[in-house]
DNA sequence: ATATGGATTGCCT
DNA sequence: GGCAATCCATATT
């Protein structure tokens, strides 16, 4: 399983979450790999999109978002959880695709032991769990996911998938918009 | 220096 | 279904 690679992430942010369903996050740790298969997602753009962390320009926070393609953007939020994002877009034009939920292939062991009083269906069926399942923090933010131990790869062409679109979800402002992409029936998906 | 509210989760009714 | 928990980034004074 080989990295995708910048083009994939360099282009037209809500394309880039809809193609992302289907494919493999894994995060190499210890010598374990922890990996799941991409099951639902959310596009957030810069200016022109009031819901998104880029929508008023450039903070320290979301900086990596203005950056080049393909590196994670990871932040902590309500006091309590972080969010896996991946910057899409050319450089200097913000966008990142929110990890919303994955359907576990491998190191459930692992995922176990950090989420004691989940379920197996509830490991990673949402932003925040996925996080605590794969151990995923602030200092995973800026990572580069093109070259490291931390990549998505292909797998089931989106292609091939049926896909749902839906409004996006836990935001106060653009609730209309549409930009919630998530694989059908799939058990894992955060709300269907 | 202070105020506000959040790209959520889990527990309670 | 409702709501508290909990910390920090951002905006405002």
């Known amino acids: 399983m080989r990295p995708l690679e910048r083009p994939f992430y360099e282009r037209n942010t809500q394309v880039v979450a809809i193609e992302l369903i289907g494919k493999v996050l894994t995060l190499h740790q210890n010598g374990t790999a922890i990996s799941g298969v991409i099951v639902e997602t959310e596009a957030y753009f810069g200016s022109g999109d009031p819901a998104s962390h880029a929508y008023r320009g450039v903070t320290p926070r979301n900086r990596v978002m203005f950056g080049p393609a393909g590196v994670s953007y990871v932040y902590f939020t309500y006091g309590n959880h972080h969010c896996l994002n991946i910057v899409t877009e050319r450089e200097d034009t913000a966008g990142a695709v929110l990890i919303r939920a994955l359907e576990p ?84 998906v955060s709300t269907l």
Do not use: C, W
Request: hydrophobic content about 35%; aromatic content about 8%.
């Open 105 to 188: 292939i491998s190191g459930m062991d692992v995922m176990r032991k950090r989420r004691p009083n989940a379920q197996d269906q509830e490991l990673t069926n949402g932003p925040g769990k996925l996080t605590q399942a794969f151990g995923i923090t602030r200092e995973h933010s800026g990572v580069d996911l093109t070259k490291s131990s931390f990549f998505v790869a292909e797998g089931t062409d989106s292609r091939y998938l049926r896909i749902q679109a839906a409004p996006r979800i836990g935001i106060s402002r653009a609730k209309e918009k549409v930009l919630r992409f998530y694989l059908m029936d799939n058990p894992f």
